[in-house]
């Protein structure tokens, strides 16, 4: 059986090494077996990209050349945001999708020409489109000298590519999200783990929601209300989340 890590690199070892040696890679739902399985198990981690490329190359006579051009970079690239997604099919269908890569061409796989790639690239966008909010929704609120901290409504594991957005934003700070039970920070362009309950307490001051709310309703027109247009550029899932969202709903 074969195991792999949360990584572009690792998904394209483990097919390749599924192909090579016949094994079944471990996906959701499959890593209960090992419970039960004596087979031995197979980590991606212990293997080269390359030289496992150069095998598969030779063994199924299949042009793999790609995986080291600027189409091997921009698979990993939606394969990367892909495996942010909280779908719990997301890893079937990111391996049937490299399948494709692998057997009918990298721009067959990149164009969604098939079921199970359009599904990748679906996966990649709903992790972009959240972090492309969570640019504009977000507002920090200090926690101490030259830090920042928020606890954004995150559907996907985006909060690493959200701090890094942050971070030239901010290039002087520290900008902490809390995100589930957990909480991460980047300083100086380094990604880590913080203590969730040493900015947990920065929140529960809401003078900064109550300005915003108070500039919100200044900036209000109630001529031009348009809630349908207000749903679309802000997603009524967030309206419980934002500062002005009780407000949003109350004039729905």
Not at 207 to 215: A, N, P, Q, R
Request: net charge neutral.
């Amino acid at each position: 059986m074969i195991m792999f890590s949360e990584t572009p690199q690792s998904i394209l070892k483990a097919f390749m090494l599924s192909k090579l040696t016949g094994d079944t890679v471990i996906t959701e739902g499959s890593s209960s077996l090992l419970l039960f399985s004596g087979d031995a198990v197979i980590n991606t981690d212990s293997y080269n990209l390359e030289e496992l490329a150069q095998q598969y190359k030779e063994q199924f006579h299949r042009n793999v050349d790609w995986l080291h051009t600027h189409k091997g970079n921009e698979l990993m690239h939606v394969l990367y945001k892909a495996l942010k997604h909280c779908s719990e099919s997301k890893y079937s269908v990111i391996f049937k999708a490299v399948e494709d890569a692998f057997t009918k061409g990298i721009e067959y796989c990149l164009q969604g020409a098939s079921l199970p790639c359009k599904k990748l690239n679906s996966l990649s966008n709903d992790v972009s489109h959240e972090v492309y909010r969570m640019i504009g929704f977000i507002r920090f609120k200090p926690a101490g000298e030259k830090c920042l901290v928020a606890k954004p409504l995150l559907y996907h594991d985006t909060a690493d590519l959200i701090l890094r957005e942050f971070q030239g934003r901010y290039p002087n700070h520290r900008v902490v999200i809390l995100a589930g039970q957990y909480a991460r920070a980047i300083e100086n362009g380094l990604l880590f783990d913080v203590a969730y309950e040493a900015y947990e307490k920065y929140l529960k001051e809401d003078i900064y929601d109550t300005v915003w709310e108070e500039y919100y309703k200044s900036q209000y027109i109630e001529p031009k209300k348009n809630t349908r247009l207000t749903a679309a550029k802000i997603p009524k899932k967030y309206w419980d989340w934002m500062p002005e969202g009780k407000i949003l709903k109350s004039e729905e």
